[in-house]
């Protein structure tokens, strides 16, 4: 009986976050000789519709008003769906740091419900706090690289209008790297009001990796592979991998360097001599 009724509040719970406000459901528990038999009736009621949006704020952005309204898929009539709000109020504060407002706040929604219209009124309250642009790359912490070097991984430059989807880009860039455990990056004010400076603080990987490898073939007759790798020895990204072979019929030493982001993002610098 107790899980029943726990199944009811959670239904009634269900139909509310659908706009069903009115939702009636109960609950009725019918044992048997061999089982128990429960029944949960639901009488949605009338369907709750928002009757008035307001974005209180986002006037101020300008000419992004359309797209960040855009983002923000909830309009007069539609049903007032707790799922859907939160699913836009995410998708609002992504658009507004796509649209250069890194330092943005959006409130928290305050739903007002009329119970004899069946209407609803949403107000969200948005802080754009200005539009902004790319200013410095700083390093908190012991740096793993340098901050010329990291204005070469990321896609952006000082004076960009700030993008939200070119610092993801450049926290994976930057992981793919392996040489970081973990990345972490805020943005602070810059050093001019429309600026914003992208504070990096890397946490260090272990840079070494020691391989081996044993083997018989019928063929080939035995062989001993190993290998040791440094994956910064050559700052910055500059792994170098020692290896040799001793085998039957194999003998083989080998050094090879390679620079990952050589001089610009994604290029890549090989360097490899075998005997």
Do not use: C, M
């Not at 976050?17 to 939702?23: L, V, W």
């Not at 089982?35 to 519709?49: D, I």
């Not at 300008?62 to 983002?71: E, F, I, N, V, Y």
């Not at 994604?266 to 001599?273: G, M, N």
């Amino acid at each position: 009986n107790r899980r029943a009724r726990q199944d009811e509040e959670a239904l009634h719970d269900l139909l509310r976050a659908a706009g069903y406000y009115d939702a009636y459901v109960s609950t009725r528990v019918e044992s048997g000789a061999q089982e128990t038999k429960v029944t949960l009736t639901a009488e949605p009621g009338a369907l709750y519709r928002f009757h008035e949006v307001d974005l209180a704020g986002i006037a101020d952005t300008g000419d992004k008003q359309a797209a960040l309204r855009k983002a923000f898929p909830i309009h007069a009539q539609d049903p007032v769906d707790a799922d859907k709000v939160t699913a836009a109020i995410a998708g609002l504060k992504t658009q507004l740091g796509r649209e250069g407002f890194a330092f943005a706040h959006v409130g928290e929604p305050d739903i007002t419900v009329d119970h004899a219209t069946h209407l609803a009124t949403l107000r969200l309250a948005v802080e754009p706090r200005g539009a902004k642009r790319f200013g410095q790359i700083r390093i908190e912490g012991k740096p793993l690289f340098s901050a010329k070097h990291l204005g070469r991984i990321a896609r952006f430059h000082p004076g960009d209008p700030y993008d939200s989807k070119l610092v993801d880009d450049f926290r994976r860039a930057l992981i793919q790297t392996s040489l970081v455990s973990s990345v972490q990056i805020n943005q602070v004010p810059g050093a001019r009001p429309d600026r914003v400076d992208i504070d990096v603080k890397l946490e260090r990987a272990p840079p070494h990796t020691i391989a081996g490898e044993l083997g018989y073939g019928t063929g080939e007759g035995a062989r001993v592979e190993v290998s040791w790798t440094h994956r910064n020895l050559v700052k910055p990204e500059g792994a170098v991998t020692f290896s040799g072979i001793l085998g039957t019929q194999e003998q083989s030493l080998s050094a090879q360097l390679r620079r990952n982001n050589y001089k610009a993002r994604d290029r890549i610098l090989t360097v490899q001599a075998a005997a």
